[in-house]
């Protein structure tokens, strides 16, 4: 079967459509604050290999995820014995590509003509899987048993209807049962409805063999594309570095490595010089940090090139067993969306250079907020999970953004105070950016927020910061951004200072907590940024007077000035 580019395209396009729609179509259904204001899921099609045909979410690390996904199903059923409207389930980080138990992934065939011809998925977050944390986040787990639920691929629907006793086992390890099957039911239900729906209806149309074979294709084209943006780049082999706080040893940085390399007109990523696993929950699974690679790879070479398989077949991988971003089972993962911020600033740092491109300073990584009620006989139980973004790492040429993550999370959202107050016994009482949290630098540093809670009733705090003993770094010359953090009950007899990530932590009603996000690296020596913009930043509470005069070199009158004409509006 010859299939004509035109068609190719037509069909590629109709594709990125579908996931679109499968993607508004969770967001619009579901339960939780998780999907519906945070949109920490995803959606994606793969062929029936599990090769990626599309892929669409707000996480760009998700696009790694889904091979091994598909693949996980494949080990436990038989493609032979999956049947229309089937819906499978898991959540295991070494049988599936989840990459901790709180992300759980539901895998729908799509049968045409009697045969399975491709996999719709989504993956999603859930609020709570038990274990002994509310929210399921557990900083004292040391593997992966310590944090809830775990489910190997099981079947969760058949033929649409669903298999009780996998409700029953999913009421009975949440405290949330509600959120997490009516969040499930949302993924499930668009990836058939919509999903295979669409894809069967494109077959119906153009033919399956034309499509199966567009989706080769269209991948080969993908591939083509970007080997050859490779083969303009620079020879030779780039390497970062970059850490995190170990969560068990606290007072001891964890290394991240990578060494890239171009190979004629492949890349070799290697990160077989990254330290040894943690004990703790900080460790990451190698499919999150393919898409992490593939976010690079296609940040570097043009936006517009497609999510599929075709970007992974540029890379060759070299990762080292029982390396913290190769953990072997049954190592704990239930932090890692702490450290592969970190993952993603060594992965651009490097290829930047091999590219040719300007370089990027370190971004300050998310703070997550999970409030768990505890107090008896106050009504219906909680547990609220929020994202909290900070700042872009600046780079050579302009500024860093504040408030919008790291890049591979920048399309999950602020939950809104209005939704907060009015689902949850909490009210916020401030949000705000952290003057001189940024890195001070030619091009400065994104900034950090606070965002602070008064607690209405009893509850169980986790969240917090991993990059405290080093910091986002800056590069040429810019400095770091400055370290995130807990606060409870700030400047009282009864204050709290927490570093690092914590989990399980009571808070009593009344309690102010305070949550408070990295600032990102600078680039450049800030003595060289111009007057104008250092008088921006102070108008903006970007920087304070003092930072502008002993860090920036701005003239104590003018700053003066700036302040007071500012004071008086």
Not at 466 to 474: D, S, Y
Not at 541 to 549: P, S
Request: aromatic share 8%; with cysteine; hydrophobic share 35%.
């Amino acid at each position: 079967m010859t299939t004509d580019v035109i068609t190719e395209e037509v069909i590629r396009a109709r594709i990125d459509g579908i996931m679109r729609e499968m993607q508004a179509a969770v967001m619009r259904t579901g339960f939780s604050t998780i999907i519906r204001e945070s949109h920490d899921f995803s959606a994606g099609i793969t062929d029936k290999k599990g090769a990626t045909v599309g892929q669409h979410a707000a996480l760009l690390q998700h696009r790694g995820a889904y091979p091994d996904c598909v693949r996980g199903i494949l080990e436990f059923y038989s493609i032979e014995e999956m049947r229309d409207g089937d819906c499978f389930l898991a959540s295991h980080p070494y049988y599936s590509g989840s990459p901790h138990p709180n992300d759980m992934v539901v895998v729908s065939p799509v049968v045409f003509e009697d045969e399975v011809v491709a996999f719709c998925s989504s993956m999603g977050h859930k609020s709570d899987i038990g274990g002994q944390s509310p929210g399921s986040r557990n900083a004292l787990a040391r593997d992966i048993f310590g944090e809830g639920l775990i489910i190997a691929p099981v079947l969760f629907q058949r033929e649409r209807e669903p298999v009780p006793e996998v409700a029953q086992f999913l009421i009975a390890n949440s405290r949330t049962p509600d959120l997490v099957i009516g969040d499930l039911n949302a993924q499930a239900g668009a990836m058939y409805s919509i999903g295979a729906k669409r894809i069967k209806e494109l077959m119906a149309t153009f033919g399956k063999a034309v499509v199966l074979d567009a989706f080769e294709k269209t991948a080969y084209r993908t591939e083509t594309r970007v080997k050859g943006a490779i083969s303009q780049w620079h020879d030779g082999i780039f390497e970062a570095e970059g850490f995190v706080d170990d969560i068990v040893n606290r007072n001891e940085p964890v290394r991240i490595h990578v060494a890239v390399q171009k190979k004629n007109d492949r890349v070799v990523i290697d990160f077989s010089g990254s330290d040894d696993q943690s004990l703790g929950p900080i460790n990451v699974r190698p499919p999150f940090i393919h898409g992490m690679a593939h976010f690079a790879l296609i940040a570097m070479i043009d936006p517009t090139i497609p999510g599929n398989s075709g970007v992974e077949n540029s890379i060759e991988w070299v990762f080292r067993e029982g390396s913290i971003v190769n953990p072997t089972f049954p190592a704990p993962t239930g932090f890692y969306s702490m450290t592969i911020p970190v993952v993603e600033d060594v992965l651009f740092e490097a290829i930047s250079q091999l590219a040719g491109k300007p370089i990027v300073a370190h971004n300050a990584p998310p703070s997550m907020v999970v409030f768990g009620s505890t107090a008896l006989n106050k009504g219906r139980k909680y547990v609220q999970y929020e994202l909290l973004r900070s700042g872009n790492g600046a780079y050579e040429g302009g500024d860093g953004w504040t408030g919008t993550a790291h890049s591979a999370s920048g399309g999950s959202k602020f939950t809104s105070i209005e939704i907060i107050e009015s689902e949850f016994n909490i009210e916020v009482t401030k949000f705000r950016i952290i003057p001189d949290s940024g890195g001070a630098g030619l091009y400065r540093g994104g900034n950090g927020l606070v965002r602070e809670y008064r607690v209405h009733e009893e509850s169980r705090y986790a969240g917090g910061n991993p990059r405290n003993l080093l910091p986002p770094q800056g590069v040429s010359g810019g400095h770091s951004g400055t370290a995130g953090g807990v606060v409870i009950n700030p400047g009282t007899t009864r204050e709290e200072i927490y570093t690092g990530l914590i989990s399980n932590v009571l808070v009593r009603e009344g309690d102010i907590v305070q949550a408070l996000t990295s600032g990102a690296g600078g680039v450049g020596d800030p003595k060289l940024r111009p007057q104008k913009a250092v008088i921006n930043d102070l108008r903006n509470g970007y920087i304070t007077d003092a930072a502008a005069i002993n860090t920036y070199g701005l003239d104590p009158k003018i700053a003066n000035e700036v302040t007071n004409i500012d004071g008086k509006r």
